[in-house]
């Protein structure tokens, strides 16, 4: 996987991503559609050309935790295709989507026939290495608040000068980002909004002032 946020993404530029999915079929999900469970063979890249999806993990008492969300000119399912392995974590829609489903056999062409493409991809391998080294010291070290904070921040993009995060999450969608219970999370937000520090309108954060480094 992948961490929280979106480096470079992907490190393929917009004609790169259009010219890799050209490689493959062009398909629309509905909302809430797996495209992938854990623990998978599947023989499928996807990239995805609108819409949004949300990768995760879970347990057997079905308890989840999210990993990352990706959007339009990113791409997933590559790592288990180059390495013939089962699938690391699960991809659901989180909004109908369309994205372009590459067969193995297509993608491993591309890649041979584009080494500049091949050495890119080696250093996406080497980009969610340091992720998910990031989430590992992110959960360990870091109290609720510390995560909650580091999420938004992660999330948030510039606009007009101040940060947003449009993605319209639930305060469960945050808690499983962050590894932690829906009432601690509200608790959170709730103090945050009324410190002045985020406002929240139809669920779109916005963070109105730096926030503190502990609560």
């Keep these: 996987m992948v961490g929280l946020g979106q480096p470079e993404k992907r490190n393929l530029s917009a004609d790169e991503v259009d010219a890799l999915a050209a490689c493959g079929v062009r398909r629309t999900f509905p909302r809430h559609a797996v495209l992938i ?8 890249v996807y990239v995805i050309l609108a819409g949004q999806v949300k990768v995760f993990c879970s347990d057997d008492s079905g308890r989840e935790i999210t990993l990352n969300f990706m959007g339009p000119g990113e791409f997933f399912g590559e790592l288990s295709v180059i390495g013939e392995m089962p699938r690391s974590a699960s991809v659901m829609t989180t909004q ?8 193995r056999d297509a993608f491993r062409t591309y890649l041979a026939d584009h080494p ?13 290495v340091g992720e ?32 947003v995060v449009a993605q319209r999450l639930t305060h469960q969608e945050i808690a499983n980002l962050v590894g932690a219970s829906r009432e601690m999370v509200s608790r959170i937000m ?6 002045g520090y985020i406002e929240v309108q139809q669920r779109v954060i916005t963070i109105r002032a730096r926030l503190p480094k502990a609560w």
């Excluded at 109908?96 to 067969?103: A, K, Q």
């Excluded at 500049?116 to 969610?128: G, Q, S």
């Excluded at 989430?135 to 510039?158: C, H, I, M, P, S």
């Design 37 to 44: 469970n854990e623990g998978d063979h599947s023989e499928h």
């Design 96 to 103: 109908r989507s369309t994205l372009s489903l590459i067969s």
């Design 116 to 128: 500049d493409i091949a050495y890119k991809f080696l250093r996406l391998l080497a980009v969610r």
């Design 132 to 163: 998910l080294t990031d989430l590992a010291k992110n959960l360990a070290l870091n109290d609720v608040y510390g995560r909650v904070t580091r999420a938004l921040l992660q999330l948030a993009e510039e606009r007009d000068g101040v940060l």
């Design 190 to 195: 709730k103090e945050l909004e009324r410190g």
